[in-house]
């Protein structure tokens, strides 16, 4: 079955969801992360078929997430490492974590402990603003229109806010109108 491409989407969700949003993917990379590197060792802990699995890295190898390094010339072998575009991912994969141990829990509780290694407090991700560093939520941010906003698929309804029309670039002067909704709490 051949998923949607969001190639064309003009979002930042959906281009990284045109790298990253194959099903096989987050758990790739989750295992590359956690120190599986080698192709049979993650086919073996995954289950996954040897032919999705090549398809999936040589993906994301193309994409410029995962690098692949030779450990052995003959026969030829690769191990898979995250690049730093793919260890920038890490902290979005703990997050859909966080929000799985506490949406959709496997029986027995989460599978996994996150602990800082900087002060050995177990914790959970939570997205926090670069600015002040506090905790936000929906109900703490308001979306506005970028250098990019273009009306296009993925930003219509972002574009119709703002007064952006069809083959219109956005203005991205702090003037622009606000997108979303303002909440106070």
């Given amino acids: 079955m051949q998923r949607t491409s969001f190639a064309e989407m003009h979002c930042s969700i959906g281009q990284s969801l045109e790298r990253i949003g194959e099903w096989w993917t987050p758990l790739i990379m989750r295992d590359l992360h956690l120190g599986l590197h080698r192709f049979d060792d993650?086919?073996?802990?995954?289950?996954?078929?040897?032919n999705l699995?090549?398809?999936?890295?040589?993906?994301?190898?193309?994409?410029?997430?995962?690098?692949?390094?030779?450990?052995?010339?003959?026969?030829?072998?690769?191990?898979?490492?995250?690049?730093?575009?793919?260890?920038?991912?890490?902290?979005?994969l703990?997050?859909?974590?966080?929000?799985?141990?506490?949406?959709?829990?496997p029986e027995g509780g989460p599978p996994v402990r996150l602990v800082h290694r900087e002060c050995g407090a177990e914790f959970t991700p939570q997205v926090c603003c670069s600015g002040c560093g506090r905790p936000v939520s929906t109900a703490d941010v308001q979306a506005l229109p970028g250098p990019g906003a273009a009306y296009g698929p993925g930003?219509?309804?972002l574009a119709r806010?703002?007064?952006?029309?069809?083959?219109?670039?956005?203005?991205?002067?702090?003037?622009?109108?606000?997108?979303?909704?303002?909440?106070?709490g």
């Fill in 42 to 50: 993650i086919a073996e802990n995954l289950g996954i078929s040897r």
């Fill in 53 to 92: 699995l090549t398809r999936r890295l040589d993906a994301l190898v193309t994409d410029g997430i995962v690098e692949r390094r030779a450990y052995q010339e003959r026969p030829p072998r690769h191990e898979y490492h995250l690049t730093e575009a793919g260890r920038d991912l890490v902290p979005v």
């Fill in 94 to 105: 703990m997050a859909l974590m966080a929000w799985g141990d506490k949406w959709a829990t």
């Fill in 155 to 157: 930003t219509k309804v």
């Fill in 161 to 184: 806010r703002s007064g952006i029309a069809p083959g219109q670039d956005h203005d991205p002067s702090p003037s622009g109108r606000e997108i979303g909704h303002s909440h106070s």
